[in-house]
């Protein structure tokens, strides 16, 4: 996942502090690092620390981080360790010092081939980030090969497939690029003379930024003190057969990003209180209460809720100093979450008969525990509802989804998915449910669910590759 931030200030407004105030409000978009890139017209400075941002980013750092442009970043690791070298923003040297510094959200799906073509040619690596890899590639094509930058992030939207969400900074300039498919979320808005860009709009209230949009897939943003373009690459035509352009992450809307962001032109609360009816359609049986697991799936509860005419409760209370179990990246970490992270009041679930209702299910773990944990407060039966498809494949677009063989509805059936998690019943929402819930179903990504990689065919053997690397890395 993770989360970006740009701005530029033509005002009095520090731009780190600007930055550092939306990746606040983006840390649910990744808690194991973040940094912050800053220029003050004749050099980049950069601050990055594992953790939070609010323990990152105390007065005295930003004090050293003076300067009109700035990009920010939290990271939540898809590609490479837990390390401060693959934390985000990157610096990029160059012989006239560092000059560059890039922020991106997303996966890239031909990482390797594009890598080595830059290897070839004498391009050095200090981590295996895609960020990185898209600051190399700008760089090397403007250094040394003369190009405008705009036309090396044009040749950067041919050349790589996959997701990309992303901020790059030069000592004078601003730009702020998406892929052409649009997975990630990236939104661009003007807080008086001053440009803000966030991965998701919460971000941009917090600045009280206006005029606030999304930004379009393919389209470049350059900022300048002086002036301010808007490009649209239209690079339709270079995904010649696949079908329709745009592909935005599902999964965003169902689970990632925050309720009271604007998604893809979707309210992401609406979204999910939708989903709720949906789930709720489909059930005739006689229930007490509704209980989601919190935070995420609370909108998703009160949408079944409502349509059954059932009470909801918020009876299991979540510790919110724990972090979000699915996004920790090693199995102990989140083994240990779970049970630190939930308490039940018992009251509420005594000799109820419960319908428990989650955003989605991974690898059944916490789930599991969940169940445990409402049946040990009294619970008579617990009707666990999903509020999305079962997840049978892994996500390459910049999502930190197991291995196949480690998500639990790619291992089992239903019936057995139930047996195992000691659910009274199991329901997931369907496709075809789910795609009720958007305006455009056809703007998005739904591989997780179906494996329909949305990729042109002669680079669906990349996705191929990925799987065999994965099985045979174990
Ligand atoms: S595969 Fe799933 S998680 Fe990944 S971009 Fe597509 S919908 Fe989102």
Same mark, same amino acid.
């Given at each position: 996942?993770?989360?970006?931030?740009?701005?530029?200030?033509?005002?009095?407004?520090?731009?780190?502090?600007?930055?550092?105030?939306?990746?606040?409000?983006?840390?649910?978009?990744?808690?194991?690092?973040?940094?912050?890139?800053?220029?003050?017209?004749?050099?980049?400075?950069?601050?990055?620390?594992?953790?939070?941002?609010?323990?990152?980013?105390?007065?005295?750092?930003?004090?050293?981080?003076?300067?009109?442009?700035?990009?920010?970043?939290?990271?939540?690791?898809?590609?490479?360790?837990?390390?401060?070298?693959?934390?985000?923003?990157?610096?990029?040297?160059?012989?006239?010092?560092?000059?560059?510094?890039?922020?991106?959200?997303?996966?890239?799906?031909?990482?390797?081939?594009?890598?080595?073509?830059?290897?070839?040619?004498?391009?050095?690596?200090?981590?295996?980030?895609?960020?990185?890899?898209?600051?190399?590639?700008?760089?090397?094509?403007?250094?040394?090969e003369?190009?405008?930058?705009?036309?090396?992030?044009?040749?950067?939207?041919?050349?790589?497939?996959?997701?990309?969400?992303?901020?790059?900074?030069?000592?004078?300039?601003?730009?702020?690029?998406?892929?052409?498919?649009?997975?990630?979320?990236?939104?661009?808005?003007?807080?008086?003379?001053?440009?803000?860009?966030?991965?998701?709009?919460?971000?941009?209230?917090?600045l009280?930024?206006?005029?606030?949009?999304?930004?379009?897939?393919?389209?470049?943003?350059?900022?300048?003190?002086?002036?301010?373009?808007?490009?649209?690459?239209?690079?339709?035509?270079?995904?010649?057969?696949?079908?329709?352009?745009?592909?935005?992450?599902?999964?965003?809307?169902?689970?990632?990003?925050?309720?009271?962001?604007?998604?893809?032109?979707? =309210?992401?609360?609406?979204?999910?209180?939708?989903?709720?009816?949906?789930?709720?359609?489909?059930?005739?049986?006689?229930?007490?209460?509704v209980?989601?697991?919190?935070d995420?799936?609370?909108?998703?509860?009160?949408? =079944?809720?409502?349509a059954?005419?059932?009470?909801?409760?918020?009876a299991? &209370?979540?510790?919110? =100093?724990?972090?979000?179990?699915?996004i920790?990246?090693?199995?102990?970490?989140r083994?240990?979450?779970?049970?630190?992270?939930?308490?039940?009041?018992?009251?509420?679930?005594?000799?109820?008969?419960?319908?428990?209702v989650?955003?989605?299910?991974?690898?059944?773990?916490?789930?599991?525990?969940?169940?445990?944990?409402?049946?040990?407060?009294?619970?008579?039966?617990?009707?666990?509802? &999903?509020?999305?498809?079962?997840?049978?494949?892994?996500?390459?677009?910049? &999502?930190?989804?197991?291995?196949?063989?480690?998500?639990?509805?790619?291992?089992?059936?239903?019936?057995?998915?139930?047996?195992?998690?000691?659910?009274?019943?199991?329901?997931?929402?369907?496709?075809?449910?789910?795609?009720?819930?958007?305006?455009?179903?056809?703007?998005?990504?739904?591989?997780?669910?179906?494996?329909?990689?949305?990729?042109?065919?002669?680079?669906?053997?990349?996705?191929?590759?990925?799987?065999?690397?994965?099985?045979t890395?174990?």
């Amino acid at each position: 996942m993770c989360g970006i931030s740009g701005y530029f200030s033509r005002s009095t407004q520090p731009a780190a502090s600007q930055v550092m105030l939306a990746l606040y409000a983006q840390q649910h978009r990744g808690q194991e690092s973040c940094g912050i890139a800053v220029s003050d017209g004749k050099k980049l400075r950069l601050h990055k620390e594992m953790g939070y941002v609010k323990e990152a980013f105390s007065i005295q750092t930003l004090e050293k981080l003076s300067g009109f442009a700035a990009i920010g970043h939290v990271r939540y690791p898809t590609r490479g360790a837990s390390a401060i070298c693959n934390t985000q923003p990157y610096l990029i040297e160059t012989l006239s010092g560092p000059i560059y510094a890039i922020a991106s959200n997303g996966d890239i799906v031909n990482y390797d081939e594009i890598a080595n073509e830059l290897r070839v040619k004498g391009v050095h690596f200090s981590s295996k980030n895609d960020g990185e890899l898209l600051g190399r590639f700008i760089v090397y094509h403007h250094e040394r090969e003369g190009m405008e930058i705009v036309d090396a992030i044009k040749l950067l939207m041919k050349r790589i497939k996959g997701a990309y969400s992303s901020v790059f900074l030069t000592r004078e300039a601003l730009y702020a690029f998406r892929d052409i498919q649009g997975f990630r979320p990236m939104m661009f808005g003007r807080v008086g003379d001053d440009i803000a860009i966030a991965s998701e709009s919460c971000a941009l209230d917090i600045l009280r930024a206006r005029e606030m949009r999304e930004m379009k897939p393919g389209e470049i943003e350059v900022i300048t003190r002086r002036s301010e373009r808007s490009i649209d690459t239209e690079q339709q035509p270079l995904l010649g057969n696949t079908p329709p352009r745009l592909r935005h992450c599902v999964f965003e809307l169902i689970y990632f990003a925050r309720p009271d962001s604007t998604q893809f032109d979707e =309210y992401v609360y609406d979204v999910r209180h939708k989903i709720g009816a949906k789930l709720a359609e489909h059930d005739d049986f006689e229930a007490d209460v509704v209980v989601p697991v919190p935070d995420s799936a609370n909108f998703i509860a009160m949408g =079944y809720a409502n349509a059954k005419n059932l009470p909801m409760h918020l009876a299991l &209370i979540r510790n919110h =100093y724990v972090g979000r179990t699915f996004i920790r990246p090693d199995q102990y970490t989140r083994d240990e979450s779970v049970r630190q992270k939930f308490n039940p009041l018992k009251d509420f679930f005594t000799g109820k008969r419960v319908v428990l209702v989650d955003d989605s299910m991974v690898r059944g773990t916490t789930i599991r525990k969940l169940v445990r944990m409402v049946k040990g407060a009294g619970a008579a039966e617990v009707h666990l509802r &999903i509020g999305s498809p079962p997840v049978r494949y892994s996500c390459y677009y910049g &999502i930190d989804t197991p291995t196949r063989g480690e998500l639990i509805a790619n291992r089992m059936s239903i019936e057995d998915i139930r047996t195992y998690l000691d659910a009274d019943s199991l329901k997931y929402l369907t496709i075809e449910d789910l795609q009720t819930c958007v305006h455009d179903s056809s703007h998005f990504c739904y591989a997780c669910f179906d494996g329909n990689y949305p990729l042109p065919r002669d680079t669906q053997r990349l996705i191929r590759e990925k799987e065999e690397r994965q099985t045979t890395s174990g």
